[in-house]
C-alpha cells in the first residue's frame, strides 16, 4: 500500500504520487561543480520517470477532479461560467508577457487595455472611475471599504459602523472589519429583501457603509433600492454594491443608477476570467466622482492619445503590485471587447431564463422569488448536502449548499448562461433523482466520484499540497 492510501477509504480511487512510483532520484554527481559549495546538494529528489508516465499522471490526476469543462457547475452566488478559450489565447500571446517595471513610454499598449478596461467597468457599473488593483472579489470589497474610510476621515466624519445584511457573503462581514469597522448585521425582511423598518432602526451618524448585493444572495431584486439608497444618504453613510451578482443586470442596469457609490467587480464571475483558486485573479473597484481620490495608486489615464499612469490626490495606498493581474485584466477585456453592448445584455437575459427554465424544471420547493441569475431551493427534511452527494453520482456538480441560512436546507443554484438547453435539462434530472432517492441511497452516496466523503473541515484547515507536506509529516 502507498503511504497515503491509508488516508482514503476502500472504494477510494488512488493515484500515486509521482515520487511514489519511482524513488530512483537523480544523481547530480560530484565534481567539476562550479557553483560554491553552500549551493550545491548531493541528490535531487525528482523522479526518473518517462514523459508518457507523467502526462499521463497529470491526465488521471485532472479526471478525479470536477471542473466546468467537464460539466455543468451550479454554484449559487460562486457563479462558475465557462471560461472561453480565445481569452486563454489573447492572454498567451508572447506579447502580453511584458515586465511591469518596463517605462509607461513602453508599455503604452498595455496601458490602453488598462484604461480600455477601467473605462468598460464604469460604464458597465455607472461609476466614475475605477481601479484595477485589488487581485480578489474579497480584496475588492477590504480596498472599497478603505476608501469609504478614507472619504469619511477627509471630510471630518467620525463613523464606526458598517451595515451588512445577515445573508450577505462572509467575506462582507470581514472586509468591513478588516477596515477597522464595527459590523452591524441586518436581518432579512419576511419577503427575503431589506426590510426597510430595520434598516432606519440600524442606521445613525455611526454608519460608515451600508454593503449590499443586488440581486441579493437568494436572486431577488431589492425593489426598494431608492429607498435604501436614502436612507443611508440620510444618515450620511455611503453605500457599497458587491458585484458579484452582477451577471444579473449585465447590459440592464446599473448600481450607479441605483445609488451605490461604490462597488467591485468579479472579473471571474462575470466577465469569465477563470476562478483565482488562490492564484492570480481581480477584483476591479469603481466609484462616484466624490470617491475617486482615494482610490489605489497607480491608476491609468489618458492624454491626447498618450497613456500614463498617475497617483489619485488623496490614494490609499497600493494593494497589490503595479497596476494588479494584468494577465487576468486582459482576459476581462477580451471577453467585454468580444461580447460588446448587445452581447452582455444577451448574457444576463440568458443567465436569469437559465436560472428560471431550471427552476420550473425541478421538484423542490423554492421560498423566495421572483428570482433572477441564481435560485435558493430547499431540501425540505432531508440533509442538503446528502441531496448534494447523491446528485455527484447523476453526474453534475451540485449547487452550494445550507446557504444562505435564512433558508432551511438550502441549496442555492446558479446555472449560468453559459449552459445550453440539454445541459439544464441534464441538472434537472440530477437534481429531481437526488430528490426521489431513498434515505438509504442518500446516506450512501457518492459511489461513483473519486473519493466519497472527505472530512470538509480538515482538508480547508490542513491542506497537504505537495508531496514536501506529506513528507515533512512522516
Ligand atoms: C464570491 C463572492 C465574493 C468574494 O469574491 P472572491 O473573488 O471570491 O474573493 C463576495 N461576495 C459575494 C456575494 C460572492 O459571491
Not at 81 to 98: H, I, L, Q, R, T
Not at 150 to 177: C, L
Not at 320 to 336: E, M, P, R, S, T
Request: charged content about 25%; hydrophobic content about 40%; overall charge negative.
Amino acid at each position: 500500500m502507498n503511504h497515503d492510501q491509508a488516508r482514503y477509504g476502500d472504494d477510494d480511487r488512488y493515484e500515486p504520487l509521482l515520487s511514489e512510483k519511482d524513488d530512483t532520484s537523480v544523481d547530480v554527481g560530484e565534481a567539476g561543480s562550479p557553483l560554491p559549495d553552500d549551493l550545491t546538494r548531493d541528490d535531487l529528489s525528482l523522479p526518473s520517470l518517462a514523459e508518457p508516465e507523467v502526462a499521463r499522471h497529470y491526465t488521471r490526476l485532472s479526471q478525479m477532479n470536477w471542473s466546468v469543462e467537464s460539466g455543468p457547475y451550479p454554484l449559487g452566488s460562486c457563479t462558475m461560467k465557462y471560461n472561453p478559450s480565445f481569452a486563454e489565447d489573447v492572454a498567451a500571446d508572447p506579447n502580453g508577457a511584458v515586465h511591469p517595471d518596463r517605462s509607461a513610454e513602453s508599455l503604452q499598449g498595455t496601458l490602453e487595455v488598462l484604461y480600455g478596461l477601467q473605462d468598460y467597468l464604469a460604464r458597465i457599473g455607472g461609476m466614475d472611475a475605477v481601479t484595477l488593483q485589488p487581485p480578489a472579489g474579497a480584496a475588492g470589497e477590504f480596498t472599497g471599504i478603505l476608501v469609504a474610510k478614507a472619504y469619511h476621515e477627509a471630510n471630518g466624519h467620525d463613523r464606526s459602523e458598517v451595515i451588512v445584511p445577515s445573508s450577505a457573503h462572509g467575506t462582507n462581514f470581514a472586509s468591513a472589519a478588516m477596515a477597522g469597522y464595527d459590523v452591524v448585521e441586518l436581518p432579512s425582511g419576511d419577503d427575503g429583501r431589506v426590510d426597510l423598518e430595520a434598516l432606519e432602526a440600524a442606521v445613525s451618524d455611526d454608519t460608515a457603509a451600508l454593503m449590499l448585493t443586488n440581486p441579493n444572495t437568494v436572486g431577488l431584486f431589492e425593489r426598494d433600492i431608492a429607498d435604501i439608497a436614502d436612507i443611508v444618504h440620510d444618515a450620511g453613510g455611503l453605500l457599497y454594491y458587491d458585484g458579484a451578482n452582477l451577471n444579473a443586470l449585465l447590459g440592464r442596469a446599473r448600481p450607479g443608477d441605483m445609488g451605490f457609490d461604490v462597488m467591485h467587480y468579479n472579473v471571474h464571475k462575470t466577465f469569465a476570467t477563470p476562478h483565482g483558486g488562490g492564484g492570480p485573479g481581480a477584483g476591479p473597484v469603481g466609484v462616484t466622482e466624490e470617491l475617486a481620490p482615494f482610490l489605489p495608486s497607480p491608476r491609468v489615464r489618458e492624454d491626447d492619445g498618450h497613456y500614463e499612469l498617475f497617483e489619485p490626490a488623496e490614494t490609499v495606498g497600493k494593494v497589490h503590485g503595479y497596476q494588479g493581474n494584468w494577465l487576468v485584466l486582459l482576459k476581462a477585456y477580451a471577453y467585454i471587447a468580444r461580447l460588446g453592448d448587445e452581447g452582455l445584455e444577451d448574457a444576463s437575459a440568458k443567465a436569469v431564463l437559465n436560472a428560471n427554465y431550471l427552476a420550473e424544471q425541478i421538484d423542490c420547493e423554492i421560498p423566495y422569488g421572483p428570482f433572477h441569475h441564481e435560485f435558493a431551493a430547499t431540501a425540505g427534511d432531508r440533509d442538503a448536502a446528502d441531496v448534494a452527494k447523491a446528485m455527484l453520482d447523476h453526474g453534475v456538480h451540485p449547487p452550494t449548499t445550507k446557504w444562505p441560512e435564512f433558508v432551511p436546507e438550502a441549496m442555492l443554484t446558479e446555472p449560468t448562461e453559459a449552459e445550453s438547453l440539454d445541459s439544464l435539462e441534464d441538472l434537472a434530472a440530477a437534481f429531481n433523482a437526488a430528490f426521489d432517492a431513498d434515505a438509504a441511497e442518500l446516506e450512501s452516496a457518492p459511489s461513483k466520484t473519486t473519493a466519497r466523503r472527505i472530512d470538509q473541515a480538515d482538508a480547508a484547515r490542513n491542506p497537504r499540497l505537495s508531496w514536501r507536506s506529506i513528507d515533512a509529516e512522516e
